[in-house]
């Protein structure tokens, strides 16, 4: 760039150094596990902002295209460190929306080229991610902020994808709009009365499951639960009853057929191919368990508690290979089934999607076992997946062989390469593994003007400690576990003063000061 010919290089360098530990400062842990520590503290927001909101691009995929359930993912991770970008993004995202409700699958700034699909989830992750947004900052007005929509030609009834570059509509709507125009769209069952599955849902190589237009997504109904439940409260304060009631009519019908056709005996079926023929089933030769569909019962709060709680520690039997150090994504991988689920097949058997370790869904699998309360679980997968741990040794390193200090998509699980790292950087998983350690296990969440401490750690843990910035406010957070419990507060105090037994909201002060808040365990 001609600009850095004349530039004073070292205050530039300066400029960029100052920036990261401006981010990084947000936010700063010490708990006894110190490779733990070294993730959240610089890496995993490093890789989440540089390589997926930024470049967009890495080594395994060199793309720079924006998909849009992808950053809108890696933004939530960044309302902690850098809210701005996260809002902004929901404004971007929501300006690759089609007045129909449906959006670019991915598309390439500046020009906005990009494919428009009947994937049926990407468009429910901009009320997700709005929704964490709300939650965390409290900043509701980025609800009311206009976005205008793209436009193209519908897909034809035999389309299954079209790249193209739309046109900017004239058309603009606000951000509660979009999302509510995305929930409205996705409203339509199949025979088992589950949302659609379309030409793919989260799992992308999964798109023949329902292409047809007849096969169901169990995880989708999980998910979209969860939005529908959310975005009717938000409905409820905008005066949209209509729309409230409608969304919480469906929410009923589809909890119905999640414990009916949903339900295989022991865990969650995953899908129905449009013939009907159940996927993730014990009836399965392959992938008869896959892991979100149990996760998500727990992660959405839909699940039946008791058979929530059964279908983890069925993930648990499965998926949680400890002697090989992964957690798998399902099980057993596709190899000589005759069922066509996609281009997932196409992987060979314990890669990627294809019943390897995607971390991705790994986390999401831990995120559910903190959930539950089970911290010596989630303490435990977090080990597994920690990069660092894989190559903490000269054996390790030859099997691992990728970068130890960012999260890797996905991790081979059959031999012969088997703990051998796939594609590192360009990955959502990042910031799902920042979440998982700072939301989850360390339970540590901004709801507003408040914070609130609900940990779920391994009960070998001391305590740990937090630094964190609140507007211009430092705050000093000190746990302590001095009874070995994985969860539950006993007492909170801020700047030495208790608060009320029943008080979990931690009032937070942006006034220039220093603060320590201490929380005790067990
Ligand atoms: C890749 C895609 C992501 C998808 C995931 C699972 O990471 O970028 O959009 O959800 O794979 O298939």
């Known amino acids: 760039?001609?600009?850095?010919?004349?530039?004073?290089?070292?205050?530039?360098?300066?400029?960029?150094?100052?920036?990261?530990?401006?981010?990084?400062?947000?936010?700063?842990?010490?708990?006894?596990?110190?490779?733990?520590?070294?993730?959240?503290?610089?890496?995993?927001?490093?890789?989440?902002?540089?390589?997926?909101?930024?470049?967009?691009?890495?080594?395994?995929?060199?793309?720079?295209?924006?998909?849009?359930?992808?950053?809108?993912?890696?933004?939530?991770?960044?309302?902690?460190?850098?809210?701005?970008?996260?809002?902004?993004?929901?404004?971007?995202?929501?300006?690759?929306?089609?007045?129909?409700?449906?959006?670019?699958?991915?598309?390439?700034?500046?020009?906005?080229?990009?494919?428009?699909?009947?994937?049926?989830?990407?468009?429910?992750?901009?009320?997700?991610?709005?929704?964490?947004?709300?939650?965390?900052?409290?900043?509701?007005?980025?609800?009311?902020?206009?976005?205008?929509?793209?436009?193209?030609?519908?897909?034809?009834?035999?389309?299954?994808?079209?790249?193209?570059?739309?046109?900017?509509?004239?058309?603009?709507?606000?951000?509660?709009?979009?999302?509510?125009?995305?929930?409205?769209?996705?409203?339509?069952?199949?025979?088992?009365?589950?949302?659609?599955?379309?030409?793919?849902?989260?799992?992308?190589?999964?798109?023949?499951?329902?292409?047809?237009?007849?096969?169901?997504?169990?995880?989708?109904?999980?998910?979209?639960?969860?939005?529908?439940?959310?975005?009717?409260?938000?409905?409820?304060?905008?005066?949209?009853?209509?729309?409230?009631?409608?969304?919480?009519?469906?929410?009923?019908?589809?909890?119905?057929?999640?414990?009916?056709?949903?339900?295989?005996?022991?865990?969650?079926?995953?899908?129905?191919?449009?013939?009907?023929?159940?996927?993730?089933?014990?009836?399965?030769q392959e992938c008869r368990i896959d892991s979100i569909a149990q996760s998500w019962a727990v992660i959405s709060g839909a699940g039946d508690k008791v058979r929530a709680a059964r279908a983890m520690a069925a993930v648990e039997e499965y998926l949680v290979k400890r002697g090989d150090g992964l957690v798998l994504l399902f099980t057993p991988p596709f190899d000589r089934t005759p069922l066509d689920p996609g281009y997932i097949k196409g992987y060979l058997p314990g890669v990627r999607e294809n019943g390897g370790q995607y971390t991705h869904a790994a986390l999401w699998s831990l995120i559910a076992f903190a959930a539950l309360g089970e911290g010596d679980k989630a303490g435990e997968l977090f080990s597994i997946l920690n990069p660092i741990n894989h190559a903490g040794t000269r054996a390790g390193v030859y099997r691992y062989k990728v970068e130890p200090y960012v999260a890797a998509a996905d991790v081979y699980a059959e031999p012969p390469h088997v703990g051998r790292g796939g594609w590192t950087w360009y990955t959502g998983s990042a910031g799902w593994m920042y979440r998982a350690g700072v939301e989850w296990i360390l339970g540590f969440r901004f709801r507003g003007a408040a914070l609130h401490v609900d940990p779920c750690i391994p009960r070998s843990w001391p305590g740990y400690q937090i630094t964190f910035r609140y507007h211009s406010a430092r705050y000093e957070l000190v746990v302590e576990n001095p009874h070995g419990a994985t969860r539950g507060v006993s007492r909170i105090a801020v700047d030495g003063k208790e608060l009320e037994k029943d008080v979990r909201a931690i009032p937070l002060a942006d006034d220039g000061a220093r603060h320590r808040i201490e929380v005790q365990l067990g």
């Open 1 to 284: 760039m001609l600009r850095y010919r004349t530039a004073d290089l070292g205050a530039v360098l300066q400029e960029v150094i100052v920036g990261w530990d401006d981010i990084a400062g947000a936010l700063q842990v010490k708990t006894p596990d110190r490779s733990l520590d070294v993730l959240l503290n610089r890496w995993l927001l490093y890789q989440a902002l540089s390589c997926r909101v930024r470049a967009r691009s890495a080594f395994y995929q060199a793309g720079g295209a924006h998909g849009f359930r992808d950053q809108l993912q890696d933004v939530m991770a960044l309302t902690v460190a850098a809210r701005e970008v996260t809002r902004e993004h929901l404004l971007t995202a929501a300006a690759h929306q089609f007045p129909e409700g449906d959006v670019q699958h991915w598309w390439h700034p500046p020009s906005g080229r990009g494919v428009r699909t009947r994937i049926s989830d990407d468009l429910i992750w901009l009320p997700f991610a709005a929704l964490h947004y709300v939650e965390v900052t409290g900043d509701e007005g980025v609800l009311d902020e206009p976005a205008q929509f793209v436009e193209g030609a519908p897909l034809e009834p035999d389309e299954v994808e079209r790249y193209f570059a739309p046109t900017l509509s004239k058309e603009s709507a606000t951000l509660f709009e979009h999302c509510a125009r995305a929930l409205d769209r996705s409203l339509e069952v199949g025979k088992h009365g589950l949302p659609l599955m379309g030409s793919g849902d989260w799992n992308d190589g999964m798109n023949r499951v329902g292409f047809h237009g007849e096969g169901e997504s169990v995880w989708l109904a999980w998910f979209l639960h969860t939005n529908l439940w959310e975005f009717a409260k938000i409905a409820d304060r905008r005066g949209e009853k209509a729309r409230a009631a409608r969304w919480r009519e469906h929410v009923d019908r589809l909890k119905t057929a999640l414990e009916t056709a949903g339900w295989d005996g022991d865990w969650y079926r995953r899908a129905f191919f449009d013939d009907g023929t159940p996927l993730g089933s014990s009836s399965n």
